[in-house]
C-alpha cells in the first residue's frame, strides 16, 4: 500500500486562479514528519517545508499555505493567486519515526499556470 | 553557504564504460543521499550514510553500482560498467537531521 498518496497526477489551472495540491499519508509512527518539495522544468528539487506530526498549526509563507489534518492524514499544499513560475512537479513526502531520515516519496502532481 | 555540489551536470558514455558521479554535500550535514530519478519509476532512494558510513544501500539496483563516502565532503556513485537503462538523472542530498537538500542533478545518459 502507498504511504504517501498525491492522487492528482496533473493539474492546470489559469494564472492567478488559487490551487490546491492534495497529500494523503499513511503511517503507525506517531512521530513522524510531512514535507513539500518543488521540481521546476529545470530539474532541480527545492525544499518547501517540513511539519512534524506533534504541530498541527496551519503554516502560511506569502502565496503558499499547507494544511495539516492528522484527522484525515493529510497535508494539503494551496497556492494562492497562482503564477507562471509557479509551474512545476511537487513532491510530497514523509519520513516516520524519530531517528530515520528517510523519506518517502509520493509519486507528485504535476502543476501547469497557465498565463 | 554553497548548495550540494555535483559534477559532472551531464554526461553522455557508451554502454560498458565506467561513470562516477561525484558530491559534495552542504558542511555540517550528518547524512548523505543518493537518488536515481526516471520517468518509469520516479524518484528512488539507492543508498545513504550517516556520518560517511553507508546506512541501508537496498536500493541499490545491482552490483554494477557502489557508492563510497571517504570523509565527510565527498562521495561518490560509480557504475561499472554501464547500461543503457542506467539512464537517468541522479541526485545526491544531504541533510542536518529531517529535511533533505538536493543538488542540482546529474543527467547520465548510456548510449
Known amino acids: 500500500a502507498q504511504k504517501v498518496t498525491q492522487a492528482q497526477t496533473e493539474i492546470s489551472v489559469v494564472e492567478k486562479e488559487d490551487v490546491t495540491l492534495d497529500c494523503v499519508y499513511e503511517t503507525r509512527d506517531t512521530t513522524y514528519y510531512l514535507f513539500w518539495y518543488k521540481q521546476p522544468p529545470s530539474g532541480e528539487l527545492v525544499f518547501l517545508i517540513r511539519r512534524n506530526s506533534f504541530d498541527e498549526q496551519n503554516e502560511i509563507s506569502g502565496r503558499y499555505s499547507w494544511n495539516f489534518q492528522k484527522s484525515t492524514s493529510s497535508f494539503n499544499f494551496t497556492i494562492t493567486a497562482s503564477q507562471v513560475v509557479d509551474s512545476a512537479v511537487y513532491f510530497c513526502a514523509l519520513s516516520e519515526g524519530d531517528s530515520n531520515y528517510q523519506l518517502i516519496w509520493g509519486a507528485g502532481t504535476k502543476l501547469i499556470i497557465k498565463p | 553557504d554553497a548548495g550540494v555540489i555535483q559534477s559532472p551536470r551531464h554526461e553522455v558514455t557508451e554502454m560498458g564504460q565506467e561513470v562516477t558521479l561525484r558530491c559534495k554535500p552542504i558542511s555540517g550535514h550528518d547524512y548523505l543521499f543518493w537518488y536515481r530519478q526516471t520517468m518509469m519509476r520516479g524518484l528512488e532512494l539507492l543508498i545513504y550514510?550517516?556520518?560517511?558510513?553507508?546506512?541501508?544501500d537496498s536500493g541499490m539496483p545491482e552490483d554494477r553500482f557502489s557508492a563510497k563516502m571517504p570523509n565527510a565532503s565527498f562521495s561518490t556513485l560509480k557504475i561499472q560498467p554501464s547500461e543503457p537503462r542506467d539512464s537517468a538523472v541522479y541526485f545526491c542530498?544531504?541533510?542536518?537531521?529531517?529535511?533533505?537538500?538536493f543538488g542540482p542533478g546529474t543527467r547520465l545518459t548510456v548510449t
Open positions: 550514510f550517516n556520518n560517511n558510513v553507508p546506512i541501508d
Open positions: 542530498a544531504s541533510s542536518p537531521r529531517n529535511e533533505q537538500y
